[in-house]
């Protein structure tokens, strides 16, 4: 499958969001096109990013309580994206897949709250492991909760049974039934039981940089192929060839930018 994730930062902020999508979709090498979002300004745009051709959505969500939520995200209104996850649902942007990294003594109290909620409102739920990237490295690993004892954890309320998934993806998936409800739950194990030597992905950059692993220092931009109206294609098919050859078994921790500005 080739597909286009549309990430952030907060993707819904630009102002050409809409038409950027619509472009995306237009585009007969692509099979699909996701956004990630924080989902604070989902409630009001879902309608038309469903009509511009957006596929599905993900929403961060790692907590439900206002209090911690606004501690999290500087400021942010969990009743707003909780909105807007129900919003995206009702548009038809699914599976819509909430996205909870789950860090100790922060929310790992919520992990089967959040899972609960979002099955009952027919979305994948999906637990990350906190990855020590960029200058927030040694607050990840105190804070690291891994997948073992996520799944622990879901499994003291639900029954867990693990589902198929293709080759190359990051999360593995379970169906989950307990209390009157059923759904799907999984986990992204990148630090506890890295999958590097199957990762497939690759990550642009706003200031058009190519990173080809979360984990390593390694950028290739591919700026200076663009000047603004055309594209060097012969010089850019070298660079991603070059990009992709040097894609890693095993990342060396060393990364120095951001999530946001890698893209979550």
């Not at 909620?117 to 990237?133: D, H, K, Q, T, Y």
């Not at 594209?231 to 921790?253: C, F, N």
């Amino acid at each position: 499958m080739r597909y286009v994730r549309l990430t952030g930062g907060e993707p819904l902020l630009h102002p050409g969001i809409i038409s950027l999508v619509e472009s995306l979709a237009a585009m007969k090498s692509l099979n699909e096109v996701a956004l990630t979002t924080n989902g604070q300004s989902l409630e009001s745009k879902a309608d038309a990013l469903r009509r511009a051709g957006l596929s599905r959505v993900n929403v961060s969500l790692d907590t439900l309580d206002p209090r911690r939520f606004a501690g999290l995200t500087r400021g942010g209104d969990v009743a707003r994206t909780l909105a807007g996850i129900e919003a995206a649902v009702a548009a038809g942007l699914t599976p819509v897949r909430l996205n909870v990294v789950a860090q100790r003594g922060l929310n790992d109290d919520e992990i089967v709250d959040i899972a609960s909620w979002g099955m009952a409102n027919s979305c994948v739920v999906r637990f990350l492991e906190a990855m020590p990237i960029g200058p927030l490295q040694e607050s990840a690993n105190q804070h690291l909760v891994t997948a073992k004892e996520i799944l622990a954890s879901l499994a003291e309320r639900f029954t867990l049974r693990p589902i198929d998934c293709r080759a190359g993806q990051p999360a593995t998936d379970y169906s989950a039934h307990g209390d009157g409800i059923a759904g799907t739950v999984g986990v992204i194990a990148s630090v506890s039981q890295p999958f590097c030597a199957e990762c497939r992905r690759l990550r642009v950059t706003a200031r058009g940089r190519l990173v080809t692993c979360l984990f390593e220092d390694a950028h290739f931009d591919f700026s200076r192929f663009w000047d603004g109206q055309s594209l060097d294609t012969d010089g850019a098919r070298a660079m991603l060839d070059q990009a992709i050859a040097s894609k890693p078994k095993t990342g060396s921790a060393s990364q120095c930018l951001t999530m946001m500005s890698l893209g979550g």
